[in-house]
């Protein structure tokens, strides 16, 4: 059996590393890295960064995995998902059999947490349940805590509740019943532009903890076209940005 580390890495700055993130990162035998394309790509190229920055030229190697196709015209999209994520779990642990000896420990830079928004111990369930893996968890900084440090805040009020949700959800549902705090992730639509800016702050962050950092909030009807303007313009620079948001409604309001 081999051991698979899942190390959360916080937003790629080796500063993010908790001691028991570098601890980990050094008793690794080799990487797994699953190349997606794009800003991925980059983000893979940050992991490695990252490894180099810790671990040095010490005796450890990175393996490149590739990331099996997924079928984006499937109307099902939960069993899409979860086809491709079989597949992606077969694939890392036969690509992880043929590079280390049984008892040798693998490992996995998951960007942030992985308990957020991150396939990673998903796509080795298989593994588990089947015997071939061992697996270990190491707790990132999420991009959630960056922002809410990057505001000096805190995202949930005395007694109330804290929704994390997508984007595309946000769009499609609003605010959930009786929740007046939400962050927002995965959206590259600038889903808050459906939200009744009445009684609505917004605590917005891209690039938090990496050299565009940028952040704004305010009054969603004030701030709002002020945080399309500034994606955009980094976009245009970047080529992709990754931003998270809190939408955070006056409890009074109906
Ligand atoms: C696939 S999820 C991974 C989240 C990650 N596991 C975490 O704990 O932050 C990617 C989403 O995380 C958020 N995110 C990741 N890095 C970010 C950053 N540096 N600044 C702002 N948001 C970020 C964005 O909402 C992005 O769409």
Known sequence: MR?????????????????????ALRR??????????????????LRRDLCRAVIGTG????????????????TAYAQAVEDWTAARGEVLLDTMEAHLEPGQTAGILAWGDPAFYDSTLRVLDGGRATGRLEVEVV???????????????????????????????LAEEGFPPGCHDVVVMLDGAC???????????????????????????????????????????????????MDTYLLRRDVRHP
């Open 3 to 23: 051991t698979v580390e899942v190390i959360g890495v916080g937003m790629g700055n080796p500063r993010h590393l908790t001691q028991q993130a570098v601890d």
């Open 28 to 45: 690794v035998d080799a990487f797994f890295v699953l190349e997606k394309g794009s800003a991925a790509d980059e983000l893979a190229e």
């Open 59 to 74: 005796d450890y190697r990175l393996v490149a995995v590739p990331d099996p196709p997924r079928d984006r015209s499937a």
């Open 139 to 169: 707790p990132g900084i999420s991009s959630i805590q960056m922002l809410a440090a990057a505001h000096r805040i805190s995202l949930t009020r005395v007694g109330q509740p804290l929704q994390v949700t997508t984007g595309r959800r």
């Open 191 to 241: 889903s808050f532009q459906h939200v009744d800016p009445g009684g609505v702050d917004i605590y917005w962050g891209a690039d938090l903890g990496g050299p565009d950092q940028a952040v704004i909030a305010g009054g969603l009807g004030e701030v709002g076209d002020a945080i399309l303007a500034r994606r955009a313009e980094i976009r245009s620079r970047r080529g992709w940005v």
